[in-house]
Every structure is written in C-alpha cells, then in structure tokens.
C-alpha cells in the first residue's frame, strides 16, 4: 500500500511509501487523507521523507486536505526533499503550509 | 548539430515517470544544474499530464510522443496529443492565480501546471495541425 499512518500523541502521521506524488496517485492519496479526516482525525502530519518528486496534481492532494481541515484542525508537512521544498517555493505553497524539518519536530512543535 | 531522441508512451499517467526518466537522462549530457533538470522533470510531467487528463480525457489506448531535440544552445521539447486541443483562453492566461493564506477560498487543488511550466522555461508555444497539438518548451543551455 502506498500511503500508511499511525498515531504519535494526538497527531496522525500520514507516510507516503512512494518516492513520487504525482497525477498517478494524488487521486488515491486525497481519497486517504480524506477518509482520515472524515474518522475524526484532526491533526495531521504528512511525512514526505520519500517523496523525490511532486507533480501540481501531488500538490493539489495536499492543499484539498488543508482546506478540508481548514478551521478544525493542524494538517502540517515533514521532510520535504530538496525537489519538493523547490515546487513550494515556486507556487508560494510555503506561504500556506507549515514545512518541518522532520516528523518529531512537527509533533513537538505541533 | 543537432540531436533527436522521440519517444511514445500510451495515454495512461502511470506511464509518464518513463518519460520522465528517460528525459533527465537526456539532461544528464547537458550542462544543466541538478535544480534545472529537476525543474525540467517538472515541466515535462505536467505537459504529459495534461495530454493525458484533458486531451484524451483520461482515457487509456491514446498516443503522447514527446520528442527531445538537443544541441549545444537548447534543449527543445515538444509534448504531442492527437486528442482535444487546449483552449486559446487557458494557453494565453499567463497570470498567476493569487493565493491569500487567509482566504482559503483561493487555494486552488488544480490549475497550477500551466503556470509553473510559463515561469520555468525560457520559452514555451503551442500549435495545432491536422489534429496534432504540440507543446513545445525550450530551455537556453550554457556553453
């Protein structure tokens, strides 16, 4: 399965197992994050330490599950890789999304 | 003298990270930065892509050609569909959709792949003909 998460405290983090989030997968990985959210998950931590590569479809699954939690709770990134760390820099993504370093610091820090 | 690599890959988007792959081989001959050829990678999946969703609809059993012509000055890449043609409004629409963290009724989920490919290559066209529509981008290489 490409996409998994556990629980650490109150924080849900979501690790995507595929090194790109791309057209091909940002369908099934809204679908995921959505159906957490859906659960009652409220805070939530994508790992993206594997991700090489995000295509603007990735990018559009992440900003669908921000706006979804948008007022009603934490939805956060960790270990964005240099290519990724780039797109958001391009679209102005960084403006909107909280980029940890790592998932501990995200769930220290909250 | 120029070099020419033409590759084919069915319409369906699992398919694109071959082309993508292959292409950042091409880049490898270059004298591209590790962030220009990542950037590229980015321009040519979101022009494959787009192929696939809107040319074809998604729909699996369709060509996309995408034909890499190098020399010494520029790196040409042209991305081709025998489907529906993109509209003039959405090729000539080079303005950025604006984005407030603060109102998120403007962060758009799409949209956005248009946009990124205007800003990072050096030039980028469009035509169609005799049910061929090709996007065409260039990037300016040092020497």
Redesign the interface.
Known sequence: MAFEHRDEGHFTVVQIEET?L???IAEAFKTYVFDLIDNGKTAIVIDLAEVR?M???G???L??G??KL??NGTFSLASAQ??VK??FD????D??FKLHSSVDEAVKGG | MSQVLKLEIDSQ??N??MI?MAVRGVCAMTTLSP?EI??L??CL??IV?NA??HAYDNEAGHPVEVCVDLDNTMMNIAVSDWGQSIPDDVIEDKAEPA?D?EH?ET????G??LH?VN??MDQVSYESDEGKNSFIMKKELRH
């Open positions: 790109r791309d057209a091909s590569f295509d603007s479809s990018l559009g699954a900003v669908a921000l706006k948008s007022g240099p290519a780039d797109l391009l679209t102005s993504m403006k909107l | 988007l699992s694109t990270t993508a962030v990542n950037r990678e980015l999946v979101e892509n696939i969703e984005m963290p998120p962060w758009l989920c799409s956005r792949g990124i800003k990072l």
